[in-house]
């Protein structure tokens, strides 16, 4: 059975610090898909990357960045320069296998606190 | 466009009241699903439509009774549900590849259910 453990629960900043979110996942496949979405007090789960298991290059999108090393089975997510609106909850996710009944499974969820 | 939209965003039903909860979407997705999900949990998977059928469903209790009458709508029928199913009901779609449901699942903003 497929597993994505995010250690850290709860991680508060002062703004303008960098932040690193952790996950680990587990999976017998060789084919599957992470994700990061972002939550945030409004509910809605906003998609943040999506990364298969044959692409490990790392990738950054403005103050956003995410570290794939199959490795360690980890795909983190680094925030430089974090800000107020960074807050939220932020859920990794592993789909496995491409088949009609695959599912995402969610990490437990890390809630990042940005103090001004 | 990556919008999923649901309605109603709020919901106080009574234990013998029947609800529904309305999802669409407009981005040619083929997969829909809804999950459900309590407050510092991450998302549970309840059910997922592709090409209008449903492909999986979670055990869910009979109470839940899912419909996708066409492709850009998901409905979620509600009917003798108890104070434990409070919880943010959140739908999603996604776009399938050759009958697989591996691609980026796009969420609405939830509806926010409490039964009394």
């Known amino acids: 059975a497929q597993k994505v453990t995010q250690a850290q629960t709860e991680i508060s900043v002062v703004e303008k610090e960098d932040v690193t979110l952790d996950c680990v996942y587990e999976?017998?496949?060789?084919?599957?898909?992470l994700f990061w979405y972002k939550q945030p007090p409004s509910g809605e789960l906003v998609f943040l990357i999506r990364r298969n298991s044959f692409d490990e290059q790392n990738e950054i999108s403005g103050r956003y960045s995410w570290n794939f090393q199959k490795s360690t089975s980890s795909f983190n997510f680094t925030i430089t320069a974090s800000q107020v609106v960074d807050s939220a909850v932020y859920f990794c996710a592993l789909s496995e296998g491409t088949g009609a009944n695959s599912k995402l499974t969610f990490g437990k969820g890390i809630t990042l606190s940005v103090r001004p | 466009d990556t919008e999923v939209t649901q309605t109603p965003k709020h919901l106080v039903m009574g234990m013998t009241n029947k609800k529904s909860l309305k999802c669409e979407q407009h981005m040619g997705h083929r997969a829909m699903y809804w999950y459900k999900q309590k407050a510092k949990k991450p998302p549970e998977l309840m059910f997922v439509y592709s090409y209008e059928k449903l492909s999986i469903n979670e055990s869910v209790p009979s109470r839940f009774s899912p419909e996708c009458p066409n492709s850009s709508l998901l409905n979620l029928h509600l009917h003798a549900l108890q104070p434990e199913d409070s919880a943010l009901y959140l739908c999603?779609?996604?776009?399938?590849?050759?009958?697989?449901?591996?691609?980026?699942?796009?969420f609405g903003p939830g509806t926010r259910l409490t039964v009394l």
């Open positions: 999976t017998r496949d060789t084919t599957y898909y």
């Open positions: 999603a779609s996604s776009q399938t590849t050759g009958g697989s449901i591996t691609d980026t699942q796009y």
